[in-house]
C-alpha cells in the first residue's frame, strides 16, 4: 500500500511548462509502475503517461506524446511529469497512482485517488 500526494500544479499560458511531483509514502514505492492520470471538467478520467517500477520504459497517450515526459526518483518515493507545450486541453486535474503492467491504465485495485494538483492552461 502507498499512499500519494500530489503538488506542482498551477496556472499557466499556453506554450508554457509545469512540473508536477507525485511523492509517496512507505518503504516499497520501487515495487510499483506509477502512472500519471488526468480529470477535465465534465470528463472522465483519463489515461496521461506511465512509467515501469525500475524506470525501464515508460508510456504516454497520443495528446502529450512529446511534450510530456515522465520519471522517477526511487530514493526520494517520487515520481514526476514534466509538461511543455501545454495547451488548454490540458487543463485538469492530475492525479497519480499506480499503473498496470501494460502501463495503461490504473492498477486494477487502486482505489485511494487523492485531491490531485490542478492544472490550468490559459490561451
Known amino acids: 500500500q502507498v499512499q500519494l500526494a500530489e503538488s506542482g500544479g498551477g496556472l499557466v499560458q499556453a506554450g508554457g511548462s509545469l512540473r508536477l511531483s507525485c511523492a509517496a509514502s512507505?518503504?516499497?514505492?520501487?515495487?510499483?509502475?506509477m502512472g500519471w492520470f488526468r480529470q477535465a471538467p465534465g470528463k472522465e478520467r483519463e489515461f496521461v503517461a506511465a512509467?515501469?517500477?525500475?524506470?525501464?520504459?515508460?508510456n504516454y497517450a497520443d495528446s502529450v506524446k512529446g511534450r510530456f515526459t515522465i520519471s522517477r526518483d526511487n530514493a526520494k518515493n517520487t515520481v514526476f511529469l514534466q509538461m511543455n507545450s501545454l495547451k488548454p486541453e490540458d487543463t485538469a486535474v492530475y492525479f497519480c497512482?499506480?499503473?498496470?503492467?501494460?502501463?495503461?491504465?490504473?492498477?486494477?485495485?487502486?482505489?485511494?485517488w487523492g485531491q490531485g494538483t490542478q492544472v490550468t492552461v490559459a490561451s
Open positions: 512509467i515501469r517500477w525500475n524506470g525501464s520504459r515508460t
Open positions: 512507505g518503504r516499497a514505492f520501487s515495487n510499483y509502475n
Open positions: 497512482a499506480p499503473a498496470n503492467s501494460l502501463l495503461s491504465l490504473p492498477e486494477s485495485t487502486f482505489n485511494s
